[in-house]
């Protein structure tokens, strides 16, 4: 009960961190984006300069990419011979905070202290991009999943805490 008082906490200060500062000081209901990173260049006027400046954007995206598949390579199947060997971690990050989703990871055959610290890079490194590229999302909170052993591997399951390690 008490970690369902603290998920509703949590959710809320989220929320709220979430409007605050996006609203016009004029009307108080206006959204306003934030601004670009990055000055759009005209790739007619200046089709060197334009490519330049999509090869350094997408230089991030492959970073995050390669980590990415480093971990799901490191994962793998997530295969478990108990529930107890399965954990919920949050994977990404969303610009207003908190992740943007969760994945199964099984202990049974890798060290847990190196793919969480792995997943915190990528978290850290997604983070750092959204900020980087100005990014906005919905704010809504993605519920924590429960963890089940279904034919010895760990799988996400919708709604609950019951078995979340």
Do not use: H
Not at 3 to 14: D, P
Not at 84 to 100: D, E, I, T
Not at 131 to 154: F, I, Q, T, W
């Amino acid at each position: 009960m008490q970690g369902k008082t603290a998920l509703v906490l949590a959710a809320s200060l989220l929320l709220a961190a979430c409007q605050q500062g996006q609203a016009n000081t004029e009307g108080g209901t206006q959204r306003v984006a934030p601004e670009p990173v990055v000055e759009p260049i005209d790739p007619v006027k200046d089709p060197v300069a334009a490519v330049k400046a999509r090869k350094q954007l997408m230089a991030g995206e492959d970073n995050i990419n390669a980590m990415r598949a480093e971990i799901m390579a490191l994962i793998g199947e997530a295969k478990a011979d108990n529930v107890a060997q399965c954990r919920v971690v949050g994977f990404g990050s969303k610009p207003c905070g908190g992740p943007s989703s969760y994945i199964a990871v099984s202990v049974k055959d890798i060290d847990e202290k190196q793919i969480m610290a792995l997943i915190g890079q990528y978290n850290a490194a997604v983070k750092a991009e959204n900020e980087r590229l100005g990014l906005m999302s919905n704010c809504a909170v993605v519920p924590k999943p429960a963890v089940v052993l279904k034919d010895g591997v760990c799988t996400l399951q919708a709604g609950g805490e019951s078995a979340v390690y």
